[in-house]
């Protein structure tokens, strides 16, 4: 979750390890990020460019889900179906985004408001963890609302051995 106030460049460069690293197969890999739809063209830009200086390689899991994407109302806002991909608007009811992924893939939804982001991020039956970006007062009221077995506040867990399964 991307809050107003985030360090914008700094959290593309986070999230770009946290989706990509290991072709996001990790326990902890992300591969849902809400952003206020007032900051999801700075941070696109922002992703996009990190996401380019980070290495990928294939995955025959990323062809299979960049196929889905158009049926699922989404585009592909960066990347391609050979290494990894930045996906957007795609809808909130696609069982993308309730799975876990396991493949080098993005997806970015828009939210209005930042109660919205709390409604999506609980939806989903996996709550391992979420991660929440931005000023460390509005970071923390956020998490407390979050229904996920840890919350890291403006940083990235790396493998943390004390995460559980994915299930609420």
Same mark, same amino acid.
């Given at each position: 979750?991307?809050?107003?106030?985030?360090?914008?460049?700094?959290?593309?460069?986070?999230?770009?390890?946290?989706?990509?690293?290991?072709?996001?197969?990790?326990?902890? @890999?992300? @591969?849902?990020?809400?952003?206020?739809?007032?900051?999801?063209?700075?941070?696109?830009?922002?992703?996009?460019?990190?996401?380019?200086?980070?290495?990928? @390689?294939?995955?025959?899991?990323?062809?299979?889900?960049?196929?889905?994407? =158009?049926?699922?109302?989404?585009?592909?806002?960066?990347? /391609?179906?050979?290494?990894?991909?930045?996906?957007?608007?795609?809808?909130?009811?696609?069982?993308? !985004?309730?799975?876990?992924?396991?493949? =080098?893939?993005?997806?970015?939804? @828009?939210?209005?408001?930042?109660?919205?982001?709390?409604?999506?991020?609980?939806?989903?039956?996996?709550?391992?963890?979420? !991660?929440?970006?931005? =000023?460390?007062?509005?970071?923390?009221?956020?998490?407390?609302?979050?229904?996920?077995?840890?919350?890291?506040? /403006?940083?990235?867990?790396?493998?943390? =051995?004390?995460?559980?399964?994915?299930?609420?």
């Amino acid at each position: 979750l991307i809050l107003d106030g985030a360090d914008l460049e700094k959290v593309a460069e986070q999230l770009c390890e946290s989706c990509f690293a290991g072709a996001g197969s990790l326990r902890e @890999s992300v @591969s849902k990020i809400l952003v206020l739809e007032s900051k999801t063209q700075e941070f696109m830009d922002a992703f996009q460019k990190a996401a380019e200086k980070y290495p990928h @390689s294939s995955s025959e899991k990323l062809a299979s889900l960049i196929q889905q994407v =158009p049926h699922d109302q989404g585009k592909i806002a960066w990347g /391609n179906k050979d290494s990894a991909a930045i996906v957007k608007d795609l809808s909130h009811c696609s069982v993308m !985004q309730q799975d876990a992924l396991n493949a =080098p893939i993005a997806i970015v939804s @828009s939210v209005k408001y930042q109660h919205e982001m709390l409604k999506w991020a609980n939806t989903g039956y996996l709550g391992v963890s979420a !991660q929440v970006f931005g =000023p460390e007062d509005k970071a923390l009221k956020v998490a407390e609302k979050l229904e996920v077995g840890k919350v890291y506040n /403006n940083s990235w867990l790396r493998e943390d =051995p004390s995460l559980g399964c994915g299930q609420k």
